[in-house]
């Protein structure tokens, strides 16, 4: 993961018995990675049963300028009935951007999983992946708990 800066005090595991703990202490939790690193597999992995879980891929298919806004309409419906929620997906990298950029309250993540792989092709989406999580890490005032989780 070459020019990837993942921050501060972050957390390193690659068992997914390890992970699950953290993910049952927590209320908001975005999975990102770049494209191809797991971040489905990984959710479809976990015990997420009490929480409501958003799969960003879907919003792919709309307008490239539609689809942060939908997906944060989307969460803040999600955000009035108190469940837990988990956000996975590439839109996610945006999304922690947005959120900063915006001062958004009714979406704070309190943990963030980075999947991680040593397939991950290079390409431009994951260049430009790595410079928004970039400019996330230089506008955030307050990092959440961040694990890298590597498969």
């Known amino acids: 993961m070459r020019n990837m800066n993942f921050g501060k005090n972050i957390k390193r595991l690659s068992d997914i018995t390890m992970l699950q703990p953290f993910i049952d202490q927590h209320k ?14 990984l959710t479809d992995s976990l015990d997420t049963s009490e929480f409501n879980v958003i799969h960003t891929d879907k919003y792919i298919e709309l307008p490239y300028k539609d689809q942060l806004y939908k997906l944060l309409s ?6 009035k009935d108190n469940a837990p929620l ?3 997906g590439v839109i996610g ?7 900063e950029q915006l001062n958004i309250s009714y979406i704070r ?4 999983i ?4 040593d397939n991950i092709p290079d390409n431009p989406i994951n260049a430009g992946l790595i410079k928004i999580w970039n400019d996330y890490l230089r506008i955030c005032k307050s990092l959440p708990t961040i694990i890298v989780f590597e498969r």
């Open 114 to 117: 980075i999947c991680v792989s």
């Open 74 to 79: 989307d969460i803040k419906m999600l955000a």
């Open 93 to 99: 990298y945006r999304l922690l951007r947005k959120i």
């Open 86 to 88: 988990i956000i996975e």
């Open 109 to 112: 993540p309190d943990l963030i």
């Open 28 to 41: 908001c939790i975005i999975i990102i990675g770049l494209a191809g690193a797991g971040k489905t597999t």
